[in-house]
């Protein structure tokens, strides 16, 4: 008898490979926390662990539900969630300045981070509804616009200018591999265009200055700009080999605001130096290369834009952060997922990946 037979057959086709990486991550992003916290586990790595065992258990059993049973599901959670959105904006906590949780007693939800998945769910459902010629047609640009719509007007009034961009990118991106004409989207790049000086009219003066100080950060050097600046600081500081563990200076000494959350990157950087930044970003890249590799792989036009989707969603996650903490895009208060401590972003990824290994079980049962 094998050993492969011992193993009840879920897990013998669980993606393993996949798992370790992520836990890797995960772990790495523990030690992080944990230096940043002074050499110790509270209060960010024992929870951030926890948190993450949890979503692990809970994308593995998400990984079970088959591809008829997710088509099922996608109005009504996408329904669920815009009715949750609604609630926060009646009755959700305020916190930060904004209005962004639903305090249900035993835990605190942030519905926006749901919709991340959810958009890219409801929309593949749509599109996989739709017969093949009627795609190029405008009346399947204006249900899935509005779609998008609903959620983004609902999260930026709270307002969270990341979280409902990242719902309008992974919406468009949806789109695009549903096989929507091009022309459309060009079209609405150039209306965006038309319309910016009336949308910066209209931004938070806090959404303003995030802009101005993205284009000139040392404007305001112990303001607005002192994020960015310190950023840069650690993560030049920590050279090639980083400064050592427990040993960066920009977090311990409080230099780096909110060095454990946005800016966790810098954080690791200054002590893991280059190797440790891209050690990162190689992992990551492994992830949305599976994630890729499930897409492409799909049998159905709902899987290929379901996982593809779904994927990159997690990039827009990591390269939006990325580029956030090295002044190459405005802080849009986007975290690095798995990494960053807060279970929102760590939710949603995880959901991702659960959703993604449920279209992995399916290909492999139909012969891939």
């Given at each position: 008898?094998?050993?492969?037979?011992?193993?009840?057959?879920p897990?013998?086709?669980?993606?393993?490979?996949?798992i370790?990486?992520?836990?890797a991550?995960?772990?790495?992003?523990?030690?992080v926390?944990?230096?940043?916290?002074?050499?110790?586990m509270m209060?960010w790595?024992?929870?951030?662990?926890?948190?993450?065992?949890?979503?692990l258990?809970?994308a593995?059993?998400?990984?079970?539900?088959?591809?008829?049973?997710?088509?099922?599901?996608?109005?009504p959670?996408?329904?669920?969630?815009?009715?949750?959105?609604?609630?926060?904006?009646?009755?959700?906590?305020?916190?930060g300045?904004?209005?962004?949780?639903?305090n249900l007693?035993?835990f605190?939800?942030?519905?926006?981070?749901?919709?991340k998945p959810a958009?890219v769910?409801?929309?593949?459902?749509?599109?996989?509804?739709?017969p093949?010629?009627?795609?190029?047609?405008?009346?399947?640009?204006?249900?899935?616009?509005?779609?998008?719509?609903v959620?983004?007007?609902?999260?930026?009034v709270?307002?969270?200018?990341?979280?409902a961009l990242?719902?309008?990118?992974?919406?468009?991106?949806?789109m695009v591999?549903?096989?929507?004409?091009?022309?459309w989207f060009?079209?609405?790049?150039?209306?965006?265009?038309?319309?910016?000086p009336?949308?910066?009219?209209?931004m938070h003066?806090?959404?303003?200055?995030?802009?101005?100080?993205?284009?000139?950060p040392?404007?305001?050097?112990?303001?607005?700009?002192y994020?960015i600046?310190?950023?840069?600081?650690?993560?030049?500081?920590?050279?090639v080999?980083?400064?050592?563990f427990?040993?960066g200076?920009?977090?311990?000494?409080?230099?780096?605001?909110e060095?454990?959350?946005?800016?966790v990157?810098?954080?690791?950087?200054?002590e893991?130096?280059?190797?440790?930044?891209?050690?990162i970003?190689?992992?990551?890249?492994?992830?949305?290369?599976?994630?890729?590799?499930v897409?492409?792989?799909?049998?159905?036009?709902?899987?290929?834009?379901?996982?593809?989707?779904?994927?990159s969603?997690?990039?827009?996650?990591v390269a939006?952060?990325l580029?956030?903490?090295m002044?190459?895009a405005?802080?849009?208060?986007?975290?690095?997922?798995?990494?960053?401590?807060?279970?929102?972003?760590?939710?949603?990824?995880?959901?991702?990946?659960?959703l993604?290994?449920?279209?992995q079980?399916?290909?492999?049962?139909?012969?891939?």
């Amino acid at each position: 008898m094998s050993s492969t037979s011992l193993v009840p057959a879920p897990l013998a086709r669980m993606p393993w490979g996949l798992i370790l990486i992520v836990t890797a991550i995960t772990g790495f992003g523990l030690v992080v926390l944990y230096s940043a916290a002074g050499g110790k586990m509270m209060p960010w790595a024992l929870p951030q662990g926890i948190r993450y065992v949890v979503f692990l258990i809970g994308a593995m059993v998400l990984s079970r539900m088959d591809e008829r049973r997710l088509k099922e599901v996608a109005w009504p959670t996408y329904a669920i969630i815009v009715i949750l959105l609604v609630g926060v904006e009646a009755l959700g906590a305020v916190g930060g300045g904004s209005r962004r949780w639903l305090n249900l007693k035993v835990f605190t939800l942030q519905p926006s981070e749901l919709m991340k998945p959810a958009i890219v769910l409801v929309l593949a459902r749509f599109y996989d509804m739709l017969p093949a010629g009627e795609i190029r047609r405008f009346s399947a640009i204006w249900p899935a616009a509005l779609l998008i719509g609903v959620p983004f007007l609902l999260v930026l009034v709270q307002p969270d200018l990341g979280t409902a961009l990242m719902i309008a990118f992974g919406g468009v991106t949806a789109m695009v591999l549903s096989g929507v004409p091009k022309r459309w989207f060009l079209g609405a790049v150039a209306a965006g265009v038309a319309l910016t000086p009336i949308a910066l009219h209209k931004m938070h003066d806090y959404q303003r200055k995030r802009i101005e100080i993205f284009i000139n950060p040392e404007s305001d050097p112990l303001g607005n700009g002192y994020h960015i600046i310190q950023s840069k600081i650690a993560i030049g500081s920590g050279g090639v080999t980083g400064k050592g563990f427990l040993r960066g200076t920009q977090s311990h000494l409080d230099y780096l605001p909110e060095g454990h959350t946005d800016f966790v990157f810098a954080t690791m950087a200054e002590e893991w130096g280059l190797f440790g930044g891209l050690g990162i970003i190689f992992a990551y890249s492994f992830v949305i290369g599976w994630g890729m590799r499930v897409a492409m792989n799909a049998r159905t036009r709902f899987g290929r834009v379901l996982s593809a989707g779904l994927t990159s969603t997690i990039f827009f996650y990591v390269a939006i952060n990325l580029l956030m903490v090295m002044g190459l895009a405005p802080v849009v208060g986007i975290p690095l997922p798995l990494v960053s401590f807060g279970g929102s972003a760590m939710m949603t990824v995880m959901i991702c990946l659960g959703l993604l290994m449920a279209i992995q079980r399916h290909n492999q049962s139909h012969g891939h």
